[in-house]
């Protein structure tokens, strides 16, 4: 795979200040295909001096000036698409048609919507006697996950270009490679030079630099809980503006006048999909006591249509590999039954999981509580619905979830008591419009759609 061997800053591929690299892995076949720099403090000092270089004028720069830009970049991303998707299945091991379809595709949709947003949003308005401002809140520092290598990046990005605001990226190690290419279409779609800058590197030292820089006025963060928490101490701290999209275990749950068979079967595929390393994942199904039998028997089934190294890929890394395998050993530890799946790695070579599905789950169980991050399921019997909506709500995460019902006025009614921030509804279709974020400890903050530029916006207010 290409790689390059520098950082993009002010506009430019520049040398690296340090010498250390990062070796890229792909986790089919563990074979080394890439080496990036690991960036150090100096390296990212460069870029945010160049993103604060570049904000005022890109900050002045009409909307519709702004909205052409990211529309161009949204065009290059759709000419790229193929060399896209090669590369997120080689770094991330996803299969080749997840990779077209969601990961070169997704960020399509998302950088579209910027675009037209950019030109569209009122970012003045008037209240009584007052006009008030929205104004770009300045230097983004964005630091993003390995799972979905693009759009993590574009939900990012292309907001905090439409606000205004110039960027920082720190992207995953696990997968720079895609962030490069990212960086080559910024370039190419003709942004000017600064207004986003690459630092490749470890989340320690890279990410650390980035995330306690005085030069960034706000910090936006998408990984674990763990590494969010000490991000936003170190944001408030320094009085940093802060957002964070941190982890989940999303409830699906299905009412008993609900279509059991497709509940069953779009539940399987929401966590098989991306080999289960997806934060909104609905990784505890919820079924009514007098349909639970049933719905193992309809799990089993269609679990089995998921075959490693065929529909699902591997896990991003061996680290990853050996935590989801321990949380599927702590399962049966537990008392947790397997219907499909367990702790044996299907293949010798690659990072592969097998797709696992648990039965006799409680919801106080180590695997009902924790973000397992892999295709792993757990089946949850409920009493009735009071106890559906104890079990969805009783865990600190609050990222998605779903809820069957024969109609959508009886799901809507469950859904509006979820502590959850997004619901789908009978199996709803993704709207890359739509708030995404967490309540609890599922994040701070929200992307996406006009909820998602606003994140990128202060207000000032003129009274007259
Ligand atoms: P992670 O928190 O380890 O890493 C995320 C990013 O933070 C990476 O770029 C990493 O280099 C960086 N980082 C690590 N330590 C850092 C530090 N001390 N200071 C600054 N930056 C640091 O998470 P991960 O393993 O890459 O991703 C998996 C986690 O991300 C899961 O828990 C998942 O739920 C979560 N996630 C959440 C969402 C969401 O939108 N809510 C989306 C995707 C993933």
Redesign the pocket.
Same mark, same amino acid.
């Given at each position: 795979m290409k790689a390059h061997d520098g950082m993009y800053i002010g506009g430019q591929w520049r040398p690296a200040a340090g010498p250390d690299t990062i070796a890229v892995v792909n986790p089919a076949d563990e074979q080394v295909i890439a080496h990036v720099p690991a960036g150090t403090a100096d390296d990212v000092d460069a870029a945010v001096r160049a993103a604060r270089e570049a904000f005022p004028a890109w900050a002045a720069t009409p909307p519709a000036e702004r909205a052409a830009r990211i529309a161009a970049l949204r065009d290059v991303l759709v000419a790229r698409k193929d060399e896209i998707a090669e590369t997120v299945t080689a770094e991330l091991g996803a299969p080749l048609a997840l990779s077209r379809t969601v990961h070169a595709g997704v960020p399509v949709l998302v950088a579209g919507s910027y675009a037209e947003l950019a030109a569209s949003y009122s970012f003045e308005e008037r209240i009584g006697n007052s006009t008030v401002l929205l104004e770009p809140v300045g230097v983004v520092g964005a630091?993003? *996950?390995?799972?979905?290598p693009l759009h /993590?990046v574009v939900?990012k990005v292309a907001p905090a270009l439409a606000a205004g605001c110039t960027v920082v990226l720190?992207? %995953?190690?696990?997968t720079p490679l895609t962030a490069q290419l990212f960086a080559e279409a910024i370039h190419e779609a003709g942004l000017p030079a600064g207004v986003f800058n690459l630092v490749t590197? &470890? =989340? *320690?030292v %890279?990410? /650390? %630099?980035?995330?306690?820089h005085e030069g960034v006025d706000l910090v936006s963060?998408? =990984? $674990?809980? %763990?590494?969010?928490r /000490?991000?936003g101490a +170190?944001a408030g701290a320094a009085v940093k503006r802060v957002a &964070?999209? &941190?982890? =989940?275990k999303s409830a699906n749950v299905i009412l008993p006048s609900a279509d059991l068979a497709k509940a069953v079967s779009v539940g399987i595929a929401n966590v098989m999909s991306n080999s289960g390393? +997806?934060?909104?994942a609905w990784t505890r199904m919820l079924v009514h006591k007098n349909q639970y039998d049933e719905a193992l028997a309809l799990a089993a089934a269609a679990v089995a249509k998921y075959v490693p190294g065929e529909r699902v890929g591997p896990l991003?890394n061996a680290k /990853?590999q050996q935590r989801v395998r321990g949380y599927i050993e702590k399962g049966l530890a537990e008392g947790a039954r397997l219907v499909a799946g367990g702790p044996e790695a299907p293949y010798e070579t690659g990072y592969y999981v097998s797709p696992t599905v648990f039965a006799d789950v409680t919801w106080d169980m180590t695997i009902a509580q924790e973000?397992i991050?892999g295709p792993v399921l757990s089946i949850l019997k409920y009493e009735d619905e009071e106890d559906a909506l104890r079990i969805a709500n009783g865990t600190v995460y609050g &990222?998605a979830g779903a809820v069957w019902a024969a109609d959508a006025a009886e799901a809507v009614a469950f859904a509006r008591r979820m502590d959850t921030g997004q619901v789908d509804i009978n199996g709803g279709r993704f709207n890359p419009l739509a708030p995404? #974020? =967490?309540y609890k400890q $599922? #994040?701070v903050g929200r992307?996406l759609g006009p909820h998602g530029l606003s994140e990128y916006l202060q207000t000032k207010s003129l009274q007259f």
């Amino acid at each position: 795979m290409k790689a390059h061997d520098g950082m993009y800053i002010g506009g430019q591929w520049r040398p690296a200040a340090g010498p250390d690299t990062i070796a890229v892995v792909n986790p089919a076949d563990e074979q080394v295909i890439a080496h990036v720099p690991a960036g150090t403090a100096d390296d990212v000092d460069a870029a945010v001096r160049a993103a604060r270089e570049a904000f005022p004028a890109w900050a002045a720069t009409p909307p519709a000036e702004r909205a052409a830009r990211i529309a161009a970049l949204r065009d290059v991303l759709v000419a790229r698409k193929d060399e896209i998707a090669e590369t997120v299945t080689a770094e991330l091991g996803a299969p080749l048609a997840l990779s077209r379809t969601v990961h070169a595709g997704v960020p399509v949709l998302v950088a579209g919507s910027y675009a037209e947003l950019a030109a569209s949003y009122s970012f003045e308005e008037r209240i009584g006697n007052s006009t008030v401002l929205l104004e770009p809140v300045g230097v983004v520092g964005a630091i993003t *996950p390995w799972n979905y290598p693009l759009h /993590q990046v574009v939900a990012k990005v292309a907001p905090a270009l439409a606000a205004g605001c110039t960027v920082v990226l720190k992207p %995953a190690e696990d997968t720079p490679l895609t962030a490069q290419l990212f960086a080559e279409a910024i370039h190419e779609a003709g942004l000017p030079a600064g207004v986003f800058n690459l630092v490749t590197g &470890l =989340g *320690p030292v %890279a990410g /650390q %630099a980035l995330a306690a820089h005085e030069g960034v006025d706000l910090v936006s963060f998408t =990984g $674990s809980t %763990a590494v969010g928490r /000490q991000i936003g101490a +170190t944001a408030g701290a320094a009085v940093k503006r802060v957002a &964070l999209e &941190l982890g =989940g275990k999303s409830a699906n749950v299905i009412l008993p006048s609900a279509d059991l068979a497709k509940a069953v079967s779009v539940g399987i595929a929401n966590v098989m999909s991306n080999s289960g390393q +997806t934060c909104s994942a609905w990784t505890r199904m919820l079924v009514h006591k007098n349909q639970y039998d049933e719905a193992l028997a309809l799990a089993a089934a269609a679990v089995a249509k998921y075959v490693p190294g065929e529909r699902v890929g591997p896990l991003v890394n061996a680290k /990853q590999q050996q935590r989801v395998r321990g949380y599927i050993e702590k399962g049966l530890a537990e008392g947790a039954r397997l219907v499909a799946g367990g702790p044996e790695a299907p293949y010798e070579t690659g990072y592969y999981v097998s797709p696992t599905v648990f039965a006799d789950v409680t919801w106080d169980m180590t695997i009902a509580q924790e973000e397992i991050f892999g295709p792993v399921l757990s089946i949850l019997k409920y009493e009735d619905e009071e106890d559906a909506l104890r079990i969805a709500n009783g865990t600190v995460y609050g &990222l998605a979830g779903a809820v069957w019902a024969a109609d959508a006025a009886e799901a809507v009614a469950f859904a509006r008591r979820m502590d959850t921030g997004q619901v789908d509804i009978n199996g709803g279709r993704f709207n890359p419009l739509a708030p995404f #974020g =967490g309540y609890k400890q $599922s #994040g701070v903050g929200r992307e996406l759609g006009p909820h998602g530029l606003s994140e990128y916006l202060q207000t000032k207010s003129l009274q007259f």
